[in-house]
């Protein structure tokens, strides 16, 4: 059965889109068949995965736009970890585009369901589909919880970030008492944690305090590998298979198996 999972924070720089391409990789190199599902106008997890939407024919936009493409036209395979893991299966991207910020701003209550009918057309092929949201609340990441069995928090570990998790919660459960009651909070990520800092342990900390039983104990500290992974648009599981960083976030995709 297939397992679909959002990846949501309303805030940008929260290491949300490394997450999706980390765990989507860790996934694949896993033997899962993957698709990451780009709903972010600014698409860094399309490229990040190494699609560039100006260098494809179809792209999420085009989905919602047209209405008569197949889905599977619009998905893309990449090699990724191949030639070092030839056991691992390719990672599948429906990319997102900068024409999604207009389709966005237009999306209305009636159409909370669209992602899920998109999903529903390829669910079969996949093991896992992981969705990378905006950095916003919009209508488009309701549709992202209304199509999810899970939902992952990555959260930067400084106050700013923090104070913005009570939000997105209360967003969460609103959508299980209404649209989908299954949907699960799968866990409460901190990313970018300086292990030198007291004050990013504090903040970890006050998660845990704040949020019991919700806090994923496998943080990812913060670490220029992710940064440097980011520019050569590869997982860092691929660029630095034996960091920290990848092995934290090869612990935390086994939460989604």
Known sequence: MTRVTTVALWKGGSGKTATVKNLA??????????????LDPQADASKGLGVIPSDVPATLWHLLEKGDIPVRDAIYENGFGLEQY?????????PS?????EKIQGFTARQTGVIKDILLEVMDDYDNIII??????????????????????????????????????????????GLNPALQINGILPVMVKRVSSNSMDIVNEM??????????????????????????????????????????????????
């Open 25 to 38: 990789a860790a996934l694949a190199w896993s033997g899962r068949r993957v698709l990451v599902v780009d």
């Open 86 to 94: 030839p056991n691992m299966k390719p990672i599948h991207v429906l």
């Open 97 to 101: 585009d900068r024409r999604m910020t």
């Open 132 to 177: 990378d949201t905006p950095p916003s609340d919009s209508l488009i990441t309701v549709n992202a919880f209304f199509a999810s069995d899970d939902v992952i928090i990555p959260v930067q570990a400084e106050q700013e970030a923090l104070d913005g998790l009570d939000a997105i919660i209360e967003s969460i459960n609103q959508i299980k008492r």
């Open 208 to 257: 845990h305090q704040k949020y019991p039983g919700m806090i994923i104990e496998d943080w990812i500290p913060e670490t220029a590998i992710i940064g440097e992974s980011h520019r050569m648009r590869r997982p860092v599981i691929f660029t630095e298979p034996q960091s920290e960083a990848a092995k934290k976030y090869i612990k935390v995709a086994g939460r989604l198996l």
